[in-house]
């Protein structure tokens, strides 16, 4: 069976700080492969999106990034973190093929910017 | 631009009742899926049932119903009988593929909290 797993699960970084968190899937191939961030009475935001190695498409300008340097591994970082990224960030996948149509989330990290 | 409005931020219902959850959408697609979220305090986002915008029979699975409306662009949620597990914050999703492409997109409302009363 398939599982997604992101880490950490809590965060705390200063203002200007660096940021990565990670994303792995376990039991697929070639996933699609997404990144949300949940604010607090926005619902959820699409900010990037792949559908392979190298391969990454940003819906949101910001002052974050996004890299898929194998398969099954999506990550998303920040040079200089700002007040404004804080939130619930959301790592998402779904099949390559359209026989299945939902995305599948992983638990989640809060990151909170101080 | 494909948006999805969830114009109730907050619903609150009695157990074993039965409560209806609104969304619109918007979209110039034909080919496209709906779906609804839950996510309870623990904040997994959890699939509660999906909708093919081609299939015109509305998707049911067990007390969860929905009422889609094609050509009003509507996708309302239906749990009956509802349950104090039912509480969480429930998301409204549309999904389109692009042309010639396995991706789609996935873009949700702003959530719904519902609230079951014992």
């Given at each position: 069976s398939q599982t997604i797993h992101q880490w950490p699960a809590t965060l705390v970084q200063p203002v200007g700080s660096p940021l990565s968190l990670e994303c792995t899937v376990e039991g697929t191939s070639n996933p699609n492969l997404y990144w949300y961030r949940q604010a607090a009475g926005r619902g959820l935001q699409l900010l990037f999106y792949s559908v392979g190695i190298g391969q990454i498409s940003s819906e949101v300008p910001q002052n974050l990034s996004a890299s898929r340097p194998q398969d099954r591994q999506f990550i998303l970082s920040s040079k200089k973190l700002l007040l404004s990224d804080s939130g619930f960030y959301l790592c998402a996948w779904s099949p390559w093929d359209r026989g299945h149509t939902e995305a599948f989330f992983g638990q989640g990290t809060r990151l909170t910017v101080v | 631009a494909q948006t999805v409005t969830q114009s109730q931020p907050e619903m609150s219902v009695q157990e074993a009742e039965t409560v209806t959850l609104s969304c619109t959408y918007d979209t110039s697609e034909s080919d496209y899926y709906l779906f609804w979220y839950k996510q309870p305090p623990s904040r997994q986002m959890i699939l509660v049932i999906r909708q093919e915008a081609y299939k015109q029979q509305n998707a049911t699975e067990n007390r969860f119903s929905v009422n889609f409306q094609k050509a009003a662009k509507s996708f309302s949620l239906k749990i009956s009988d509802?349950?104090?597990?039912?509480?969480a914050m429930y998301f409204c999703a549309y999904r389109r593929f692009d042309r010639g492409s396995t991706l789609g997109r996935l873009y949700f409302g702003r959530g719904t909290q519902l609230t079951v009363w014992p």
């Amino acid at each position: 069976s398939q599982t997604i797993h992101q880490w950490p699960a809590t965060l705390v970084q200063p203002v200007g700080s660096p940021l990565s968190l990670e994303c792995t899937v376990e039991g697929t191939s070639n996933p699609n492969l997404y990144w949300y961030r949940q604010a607090a009475g926005r619902g959820l935001q699409l900010l990037f999106y792949s559908v392979g190695i190298g391969q990454i498409s940003s819906e949101v300008p910001q002052n974050l990034s996004a890299s898929r340097p194998q398969d099954r591994q999506f990550i998303l970082s920040s040079k200089k973190l700002l007040l404004s990224d804080s939130g619930f960030y959301l790592c998402a996948w779904s099949p390559w093929d359209r026989g299945h149509t939902e995305a599948f989330f992983g638990q989640g990290t809060r990151l909170t910017v101080v | 631009a494909q948006t999805v409005t969830q114009s109730q931020p907050e619903m609150s219902v009695q157990e074993a009742e039965t409560v209806t959850l609104s969304c619109t959408y918007d979209t110039s697609e034909s080919d496209y899926y709906l779906f609804w979220y839950k996510q309870p305090p623990s904040r997994q986002m959890i699939l509660v049932i999906r909708q093919e915008a081609y299939k015109q029979q509305n998707a049911t699975e067990n007390r969860f119903s929905v009422n889609f409306q094609k050509a009003a662009k509507s996708f309302s949620l239906k749990i009956s009988d509802s349950q104090l597990g039912d509480a969480a914050m429930y998301f409204c999703a549309y999904r389109r593929f692009d042309r010639g492409s396995t991706l789609g997109r996935l873009y949700f409302g702003r959530g719904t909290q519902l609230t079951v009363w014992p």
